[in-house]
């Protein structure tokens, strides 16, 4: 079993910055792929990148190339999402999620309960 807990979100200004944690107990964390899915209100929950378990393959959508980094610290358990130049279309709920390095939710085994971003224009 892995837990997965998330934090960093809250509410910010567009054109700002918010970085993300989601922090693994359970199950050897430094060998599991990780990533973050996002849902907006009324939508469906959608990729947004993810991690290999060594760090050297990243993945990101479209939509956020450019703007966030994904990164892991695994002596501490954790994987990092570096969010630049927010856009109110990035308001969402942040889902970090262990198990592949997949873009597709069903890879993923493990489900954290979500973090709150919210962009103003």
């Known amino acids: 079993q892995v837990q997965l807990v998330e934090s960093g979100g809250g509410l910010v200004q567009a054109g700002g910055s918010l970085r993300l944690s989601c922090t693994a107990s359970?199950?050897?964390?430094?060998?599991?792929?990780m990533g973050w899915f996002r849902q907006a209100p009324g939508k469906e929950r959608t990729f947004v990148s993810s991690?290999?378990?060594?760090?050297?393959?990243?993945y990101y959508a479209d939509s956020v190339k450019g703007r966030f980094t994904i990164s892991r610290d695994n002596a501490k358990n954790t994987v990092y999402l570096q969010m630049n130049s927010l856009e109110p279309e990035d308001t969402a709920v942040y889902y970090c999620?262990?198990?592949?390095?997949?873009?597709?939710?069903?890879?993923?085994?493990?489900w954290g309960q979500g973090t709150q971003v919210t962009v103003s224009s």
């Open positions: 999620a262990a198990g592949s390095v997949q873009q597709t939710m069903n890879q993923y085994e493990y």
């Open positions: 359970g199950r050897t964390f430094s060998r599991l792929g």
């Open positions: 991690i290999s378990w060594s760090g050297l393959i990243k």
